[in-house]
């Protein structure tokens, strides 16, 4: 039953974000559309199983709903200050910067996910990844302290990203 399920559905997270992803892009949710998605959840894994020869493993999915609570608390918060920064702070006192960011992580996807994660975050964007994967160049809208950031996205992201991938 095991390996007919992994040949049926060879990404099974990948299902499950597309099939929601469809629902969300039809806006509504009626047998029909979940019908659809959870085809287009199946299908496309399927078909693009054999571009995964290392299937990412995520060692803790609880851990998962944590981070995303924790990201769209800090989209909401940097959304209040970018607001407060553009509404009532002088261009010319905007302290804008690039920050490097010192990577601990090794996975791909889990450095995908950081790099995304800051990019979502406003104030902040992911410019690029060093050749060897070990550093993350990013832009901040107004940092006074780069070692404050570097510290909070260590923090914050990094730390929990290890717990999930590594």
Request: glycine share 6%; hydrophobic share 50%.
């Amino acid at each position: 039953m095991t390996l007919l399920l992994k040949k049926l559905f060879p990404h099974p997270l990948l299902t499950a974000t597309l099939t929601v992803v469809w629902l969300m892009l039809v806006n509504g949710v009626s047998a029909g559309s979940v019908i659809m998605g959870l085809i287009l959840g199946t299908i496309v894994p399927f078909l693009t199983a054999p571009f995964w020869p290392d299937r990412p493993t995520v060692r803790n999915p609880v851990r998962i709903a944590a981070y995303i609570l924790i990201v769209l608390w800090d989209i909401v918060r940097a959304n209040i200050h970018v607001a407060y920064l553009v509404l009532f702070v002088p261009s010319a006192k905007l302290r804008t910067r690039f920050v490097t960011v010192p990577l601990e992580l090794t996975s791909a996807e889990a450095i995908t996910v950081l790099a995304g994660t800051i990019t979502m975050t406003p104030g902040t964007v992911s410019a690029d990844v060093s050749g060897d994967g070990r550093a993350l160049l990013i832009h901040c809208l107004d940092a006074p302290d780069p070692d404050a950031v570097v510290a909070e996205i260590k923090q914050r992201y990094e730390g929990r990203l290890k717990e999930i991938f590594e």
